[in-house]
């Protein structure tokens, strides 16, 4: 569990970057069992504009393709596994965030001022055995302790209690249900039933409450409307508080910055002074602080200009209870994403440099300049709202503030705390399950006053490796004048080199899980002082790494947590971070048929020997030479996402192990999008390539068209930029030398780009329109040697 020390609930409610409001009034709920009717369903867009419910709660809902048909798509939606029950939340439901869905229920749950409130849905066919749908209530309701519960469903039980005249055997389970978790019910004995058909009526639509304060706020009606279903609406009604956060964006690109600017003038001399004053690193946090404030107060984008963020997918949507429901609200649920995420640091503290720092110059304006002029005017800003736009219009008009403030930060050798604190936002990962914290990529929004100073930082390290020759020249990664087509073409080259040779050879690819978030500072600052360089560049580097925050925006307030590890993805500095410590293990004596390489956190081995039982020993002990290092770094090697090849014409080649696992082999592996097999012939490659153009290709013609809907500049264009940029990727090794076999390959391949770009008959030779556009991978008399393809791909690169 989290420490008071490292948990933050929220800022307090005067915090200047945020803005919080309580309401008191009425939340409606809806419920209705919908028969399947699609004419039922298409009801639900009458009862919302006459009742105005926050959440309508549906059994049996009309389902086309897997969702609830024809409501709005405004409107979220979630169903139980088997579609009978179904949770509507309106535009007027703040947030609402997703529990679970069962066989027969459906639960999501909102915030309030009460503490928060879970809705369940529920269904029981007449059919089933009603303990199934009981038992499942009884697990979430057990999990959610004594917090509030709204249970709306169709149980098809018969009770006196409820409306009935008899009482059957489902009723009795109901009941006895009811008295086990101290469930109140809402339904009245006299009301009018919530079933009629042909004559005949009933009251199988219950709805429980659990919480004495919750039960006695609601009221319960069952409606008139005309439903075209045998089922009546019922209405809920409850009287409920709930908080609103807003945290504020400004439309910085429509204007208004002269009078921003006229305004931050007023406050110039005394922020400069303030600044120039600051001893400590508390007392240049507080006029970091005074700084953020100052910008932001003196924007002129208020009503209309100010823009609250409203994504589509708040990050309240991802916070689901990943197939275990426990008791918390919405800040519970984001401290448990920052818990996984970011786990504490068991490392030891590393000791202060004791040696004396080497004096460096001053950061001049030009440095701030140009690193501004260069900045990305559309990156989403940090949490004090301040973008790019606004910095450079600060720099531009009143340089000497960052300036003044860049330089006590050298001198200090101190990163602001406030420049720390990252708002993470959530990226669902391509084919993961949507229902594990792992399953996103945290992206970290940093604040752009910060980014400046990292960027400036990064220079002058990078000046200083460069100068001292100590990066190896076998990574790839993050380096200036270095790219894939690099590192690719260079493995390729070791690879062929050993073939020719007539040597057995094992290509061995390591996949390091969550690389970037996992690497310790401990690691990080002892890299630094491995340059043997300490200056106010490194000691500054290195307060980076202390007192990091990361927060989840939520409608409750943002949460908190202590990053202890780990590179923030979206920070200037991470990468280089991790090129640092990357650097110890690539620099390590090997053997000289031992090859490493990296590109960034993408490790790879080529090792070559004469003989099978060699190839296992020497492939073994380069693994255990680099396992030594993992392990002194914390880092962890998934033995399910590595892989070997084997290049020889052994039989059976031998198999290498890590920690006691063997590492499976394959006939192919995937390196930085380019396809390696063991025959070197690309053809995996190119098949692979050739279906994902095939999809990329008819995904434009279902979108736009046979012609693309685009005038043939636009075509041409379209095809240049992006699918002969996906042929070409990595031709600079697989190009050569290139077959017949291959060359029909990749015409065949052009060839439906052509047709759509020309607009010519689907009989037209794939030669003729190569000459017609003057478009050609490879030219007639470069097709055996791949020259015109590496040249091309040289060419696209620079498009």
Same mark, same amino acid.
């Given at each position: 569990?989290?420490?008071?020390?490292?948990?933050?609930?929220?800022?307090?409610?005067?915090?200047?970057?945020?803005?919080?409001?309580?309401?008191? *009034?009425?939340?409606?709920?809806?419920?209705?069992?919908?028969?399947?009717?699609?004419?039922?369903?298409?009801?639900?867009?009458?009862?919302?504009?006459?009742?105005?419910?926050?959440?309508?709660?549906?059994?049996?809902?009309?389902?086309?393709?897997?969702?609830?048909?024809?409501?709005?798509?405004?409107?979220?939606?979630?169903?139980?596994?088997? $579609?009978?029950?179904?949770?509507?939340?309106?535009?007027?439901?703040?947030?609402?965030?997703?529990?679970?869905?069962?066989?027969?229920?459906?639960?999501?749950?909102?915030?309030?001022?009460?503490?928060?409130?879970?809705?369940?849905?529920?269904?029981?066919?007449?059919?089933?055995?009603?303990?199934?749908?009981?038992?499942?209530?009884?697990?979430?309701?057990?999990?959610?302790?004594?917090?509030?519960?709204?249970?709306?469903?169709?149980?098809?039980?018969?009770?006196?209690?409820?409306?009935?005249?008899?009482?059957?055997?489902?009723?009795?389970?109901?009941?006895?249900?009811?008295?086990? /978790?101290?469930?109140?019910?809402?339904?009245?004995?006299?009301?009018?039933?919530?079933?009629?058909?042909?004559?005949?009526?009933?009251?199988?639509?219950?709805?429980?409450?659990?919480?004495?304060?919750?039960? $006695?706020?609601?009221?319960?009606?069952?409606?008139?409307?005309?439903?075209?279903?045998?089922?009546?609406?019922?209405?809920?009604?409850?009287?409920?508080?709930?908080?609103?956060?807003?945290?504020?964006?400004?439309?910085?690109?429509?204007?208004?910055?002269?009078?921003?600017?006229?305004?931050?003038?007023?406050?110039?001399?005394?922020?400069?002074?303030?600044?120039?004053?600051?001893?400590?690193?508390?007392?240049?946090?507080?006029?970091?602080?005074?700084?953020?404030?100052?910008?932001?107060?003196?924007?002129?984008?208020?009503?209309?200009?100010?823009?609250?963020?409203?994504?589509?997918?708040?990050?309240?949507?991802?916070?689901?209870?990943?197939?275990?429901?426990?008791?918390?609200?919405?800040?519970?649920?984001?401290?448990?994403?920052?818990?996984?995420?970011?786990?504490?640091?068991?490392?030891?503290?590393?000791?202060?440099?004791?040696?004396?720092?080497?004096?460096?110059? /001053?950061?001049?304006?030009?440095?701030?300049?140009?690193?501004?002029?260069?900045?990305?005017?559309?990156?989403?800003?940090?949490?004090?709202?301040?973008?790019?736009?606004?910095?450079?219009?600060?720099?531009?008009?009143?340089?000497?503030?960052?300036?003044?403030?860049?330089?006590?930060?050298?001198?200090?050798?101190?990163?602001?705390?406030?420049?720390?604190?990252?708002?993470?936002?959530?990226?669902?990962?391509?084919?993961?399950?949507?229902?594990?914290?792992?399953?996103?990529?945290?992206?970290?929004?940093?604040?752009?006053?910060?980014?400046?100073?990292?960027?400036?930082?990064?220079?002058?390290? !990078?000046?200083?490796?460069?100068?001292?020759?100590?990066?190896?020249?076998?990574?790839?990664?993050?380096?200036?004048?270095?790219?894939?087509?690099?590192?690719?073409?260079?493995?390729?080259?070791?690879?062929?080199?050993?073939? *020719?040779?007539?040597?057995?050879?094992?290509?061995?690819?390591?996949?390091?899980?969550?690389?970037?978030?996992?690497?310790?500072?401990?690691?990080?600052? *002892?890299?630094?002082?491995?340059?043997?360089?300490?200056?106010?560049?490194?000691?500054?580097?290195?307060?980076?790494?202390?007192?990091?925050?990361?927060?989840?925006?939520?409608?409750?307030?943002?949460?908190?947590?202590?990053?202890?590890?780990?590179?923030?993805?979206?920070?200037?500095?991470?990468?280089?971070?991790?090129?640092?410590?990357? !650097?110890?293990?690539?620099?390590?004596?090997?053997?000289?048929?031992?090859?490493?390489?990296?590109?960034?956190?993408?490790?790879?081995?080529?090792?070559?020997?004469?003989?099978?039982?060699?190839?296992?020993?020497?492939?073994?002990?380069?693994?255990?030479?680099?396992?030594?290092?993992?392990?002194?770094?914390?880092?962890?090697?998934?033995?399910?996402?590595?892989?070997?090849?084997?290049?020889?014409?052994?039989?059976?080649?031998?198999?290498?192990?890590?920690? $006691?696992?063997?590492?499976?082999?394959?006939?192919?592996?995937?390196?930085?999008?380019?396809?390696?097999?063991?025959?070197?012939?690309?053809?995996?490659?190119?098949? !692979?390539?050739?279906?994902?153009?095939?999809?990329?290709?008819?995904?434009?013609?279902?979108?736009?068209?046979?012609?693309?809907?685009? !005038?043939?500049?636009?075509?041409?264009?379209?095809?240049?930029?992006?699918?002969?940029?996906?042929?070409?990727?990595?031709?600079?090794?697989?190009?050569?030398?290139?077959?017949?076999?291959?060359?029909?390959?990749?015409?065949?391949?052009?060839?439906?780009?052509?047709?759509?770009?020309?607009?010519?008959?689907?009989?037209?030779?794939?030669?003729?329109?190569?000459?017609?556009?003057?478009?050609?991978?490879?030219?007639?008399?470069?097709?055996?040697?791949?020259?015109?393809?590496?040249?091309?791909?040289?060419?696209?690169? $620079?498009?």
């Amino acid at each position: 569990m989290a420490t008071t020390d490292n948990f933050l609930l929220q800022h307090p409610p005067h915090h200047q970057h945020s803005t919080s409001s309580t309401t008191t *009034n009425k939340t409606t709920f809806l419920q209705i069992n919908l028969r399947k009717s699609e004419i039922a369903t298409s009801t639900l867009l009458e009862a919302s504009d006459s009742h105005n419910p926050s959440i309508i709660l549906v059994q049996e809902p009309y389902i086309l393709d897997g969702k609830i048909a024809g409501i709005p798509r405004s409107w979220n939606q979630w169903l139980s596994k088997n $579609n009978k029950a179904g949770i509507i939340s309106l535009p007027s439901c703040d947030k609402p965030v997703f529990l679970q869905s069962t066989v027969n229920s459906t639960a999501l749950k909102i915030q309030t001022e009460q503490g928060p409130l879970t809705v369940i849905s529920a269904y029981s066919s007449p059919y089933k055995n009603i303990m199934e749908t009981l038992q499942e209530l009884h697990s979430v309701l057990t999990d959610l302790g004594d917090e509030r519960v709204l249970i709306c469903a169709d149980l098809n039980a018969h009770s006196r209690i409820w409306g009935y005249a008899n009482e059957d055997t489902r009723g009795a389970q109901v009941e006895d249900f009811l008295l086990a /978790q101290q469930l109140y019910l809402l339904n009245e004995t006299n009301s009018p039933p919530t079933f009629e058909h042909r004559g005949r009526k009933g009251w199988p639509d219950l709805s429980f409450i659990k919480g004495t304060d919750f039960a $006695n706020s609601c009221t319960w009606k069952v409606l008139e409307d005309y439903t075209h279903s045998d089922h009546k609406y019922i209405l809920i009604e409850a009287l409920l508080s709930q908080s609103h956060y807003s945290y504020p964006r400004f439309k910085t690109a429509y204007g208004g910055h002269r009078r921003m600017l006229q305004h931050l003038g007023q406050k110039t001399k005394q922020l400069v002074q303030q600044i120039e004053e600051s001893n400590t690193k508390d007392h240049l946090a507080k006029a970091t602080e005074e700084l953020q404030k100052a910008i932001f107060a003196a924007n002129p984008y208020g009503r209309p200009y100010k823009a609250v963020v409203k994504n589509k997918h708040p990050p309240a949507e991802l916070f689901k209870q990943f197939g275990n429901p426990s008791s918390g609200d919405t800040k519970s649920f984001a401290l448990k994403i920052l818990q996984e995420l970011y786990p504490p640091s068991h490392s030891p503290a590393t000791p202060p440099n004791c040696f004396p720092l080497i004096q460096e110059p /001053q950061i001049t304006k030009n440095e701030i300049r140009r690193i501004l002029k260069k900045a990305p005017t559309k990156k989403a800003p940090g949490f004090d709202a301040i973008d790019y736009i606004v910095l450079k219009e600060v720099n531009n008009s009143f340089p000497e503030i960052l300036h003044t403030f860049y330089n006590k930060c050298y001198q200090l050798h101190c990163f602001p705390e406030p420049l720390k604190k990252g708002i993470i936002v959530l990226f669902h990962k391509d084919s993961k399950e949507a229902d594990k914290i792992k399953s996103y990529r945290p992206v970290t929004l940093l604040p752009t006053i910060g980014k400046v100073l990292e960027q400036i930082l990064l220079r002058r390290l !990078n000046h200083t490796l460069k100068k001292k020759n100590i990066l190896h020249h076998n990574q790839f990664g993050f380096r200036e004048g270095r790219s894939t087509d690099d590192a690719i073409h260079q493995l390729v080259e070791k690879i062929q080199d050993a073939k *020719n040779k007539q040597l057995h050879t094992m290509v061995i690819s390591l996949d390091i899980q969550g690389a970037f978030d996992h690497l310790q500072y401990n690691s990080i600052r *002892n890299s630094l002082d491995e340059i043997n360089f300490p200056s106010h560049t490194i000691e500054t580097l290195k307060d980076i790494l202390t007192d990091r925050k990361v927060t989840i925006q939520t409608a409750q307030g943002p949460v908190s947590w202590s990053q202890q590890q780990g590179c923030a993805q979206g920070s200037c500095t991470g990468p280089m971070f991790w090129n640092l410590v990357a !650097n110890e293990i690539i620099s390590e004596e090997w053997q000289p048929n031992v090859h490493l390489q990296a590109f960034a956190d993408d490790f790879i081995f080529v090792i070559s020997e004469p003989t099978g039982a060699k190839l296992k020993a020497t492939a073994q002990a380069a693994l255990t030479k680099f396992q030594h290092w993992t392990d002194k770094h914390q880092l962890k090697v998934s033995t399910e996402k590595s892989t070997t090849i084997l290049i020889s014409r052994l039989v059976s080649g031998p198999r290498v192990k890590w920690d $006691n696992q063997i590492i499976k082999r394959s006939t192919s592996l995937k390196y930085l999008g380019v396809i390696i097999d063991n025959k070197l012939n690309w053809a995996d490659h190119l098949i !692979n390539m050739k279906t994902k153009l095939t999809h990329l290709h008819q995904k434009i013609t279902r979108i736009a068209g046979t012609n693309w809907g685009l !005038n043939k500049d636009l075509r041409r264009r379209l095809y240049k930029t992006v699918a002969e940029r996906m042929i070409l990727h990595g031709a600079a090794a697989w190009a050569y030398p290139l077959s017949a076999r291959q060359s029909r390959l990749l015409n065949s391949i052009q060839r439906k780009f052509l047709l759509n770009i020309t607009g010519a008959y689907s009989t037209t030779p794939t030669a003729a329109l190569q000459v017609i556009e003057g478009i050609y991978l490879t030219a007639p008399h470069q097709s055996r040697t791949g020259s015109g393809l590496r040249q091309n791909s040289q060419t696209a690169q $620079n498009i």
